[in-house]
């Protein structure tokens, strides 16, 4: 095994993915270090789907100029909840009417795979500052003065870029397909709350903003939230982009690094590279 793939060794890294969290512990242990799992939340799709009923409608109407897709499984929940009403045909042919703007590979792939075509896809590392930047960097320039946007959100609401297309002159509508809940099992969370706060984490890493809240939220109800503050800001903190390290900054912890790629394998590869040097200087 080459010296890379052991850069984690002797370390116990936290995860707190949850989809993805058996490739995501396989690839902390391919590098050498004890991996410590805590799937932080689930998906649950909206029950009663009224605003992507009324987003479809609107749509076959021609009343929607712009529609902005976040994440890949959004996009595929917000297919599958409007083909009960109109065929999907018809669904792409309405969206290939509007300028189809698509944060990331993601809500790319779920288009492309769809047929729909698509104006503007987003550069990484997709955050709304770069949706703006891609609207302005578009030929022509997107003027949305008086223009309808269809927002599709996931999990919690972004206000701050809500507010920043209607200050461009835009009427928006979020269509909220999909919400944030904490796992049924809370135990391997409750577990990593505990684990932290007693300084037995050495690095942690975070692919999402959501895992943050909830695992502050579990620490408040363990009675432990400032103790896992101190133990955040002992361990090495990763983090797979902006959005995910604005969330840390928001509860006081800085992010140790971000990948130079926000791809799931590149963050475990660099976690390995730098960790042991960052746990070093942190005891230090």
Not at 103 to 121: D, M, Q, S, T, Y
Not at 260 to 269: E, L, T
């Amino acid at each position: 095994m080459s010296i890379a793939s052991q850069g984690l060794k002797g370390l116990r890294v936290l995860s707190l993915e949850s989809r993805r969290h058996v490739e995501m512990a396989k690839l902390i242990e391919s590098h050498g270090g004890t991996a410590i799992s805590a799937p932080s939340l689930r998906e649950i799709p909206v029950a009663e789907n009224a605003a992507a009923l009324t987003f479809a409608e609107h749509l076959t109407e021609s009343r929607i100029d712009v529609v902005i897709f976040l994440t890949g499984v959004g996009t595929r929940i917000l297919f599958g909840a409007i083909e009960s009403r109109v065929p999907r045909d018809q669904f792409v042919e309405a969206l290939s009417r509007a300028l189809v703007i698509a944060r990331g590979p993601k809500p790319v792939a779920v288009l492309r795979e769809f047929g729909v075509p698509i104006h503007i896809a987003v550069p990484e590392p997709n955050t709304w500052r770069d949706i703006l930047k891609a609207l302005d960097d578009y030929q022509p320039p997107v003027d949305l003065s008086g223009k309808k946007v269809a927002v599709q959100e996931y999990g919690a609401s972004n206000p701050e870029f809500l507010e920043s297309l209607r200050f461009r002159g835009a009427e928006v509508t979020p269509v909220t397909v999909y919400q944030w809940a904490l796992p049924e099992d809370l135990g391997p969370l409750r577990n990593a709350v505990r684990e932290i706060a007693a300084g037995r984490i050495n690095v942690v890493l975070v692919t999402s903003a959501t895992q943050i809240s909830h695992l502050m939220l579990v620490a408040a109800e363990e009675g432990l939230e400032e103790e896992v503050r101190l133990g955040l800001r002992r361990a090495v903190v990763g983090s797979i982009g902006p959005i995910s390290t604005q969330a840390l900054e928001s509860c006081g912890i800085a992010a140790d690094f971000e990948p130079s790629h926000p791809k799931m394998g590149q963050f475990v590869f660099e976690a390995a590279q730098k960790a042991a040097t960052l746990w070093q200087q942190k005891r230090g």
